[in-house]
């Protein structure tokens, strides 16, 4: 085989990535459905520890911990979008797409006192900020916590 073969194999590869990606999508606006109904929250944190974790053991170490992470990250922002884009104010925005990746909407605040104000105004879902132990933390991570409405 030469580069072109396996281009193309490649390029069929990323086809049914996409293919499967969007068969996500759909679960999980089903799933998104089923959770308006019964009250329950968009953002699982458990659940997406859970998706990664079953990603790394997939992978078997053929591909890095990192990249598997990172693409499962991105695949959960993309689908938890069917169910709800979720709106983050943080300090750090960087630090804030590893837990919501980049489909989620971001708003930088120079203060966390800003982000609690976008928080109580219904502007932010979320915020990253130091804790006041006001809100619920969702999860911890580089000096930070992840907080929502209780």
Known sequence: MDIKDYRDLIDDTDRQIVELLCKRAEYA??????KGRSGDTVYAPKREAEIRENALKT????????GVTAVMREVISACRG???VFTVAARDIAVAKTVFGECAEYIAVFFDEDAYELLDSGKADFALVADKGNFKIYVTLEGYVMVGKK
């Open 29 to 34: 606006a089903a799933i998104g459905k089923l």
């Open 82 to 84: 069917q169910e709800k």
């Open 59 to 66: 992978a078997k170490g053929r591909v890095s911990d990192r």
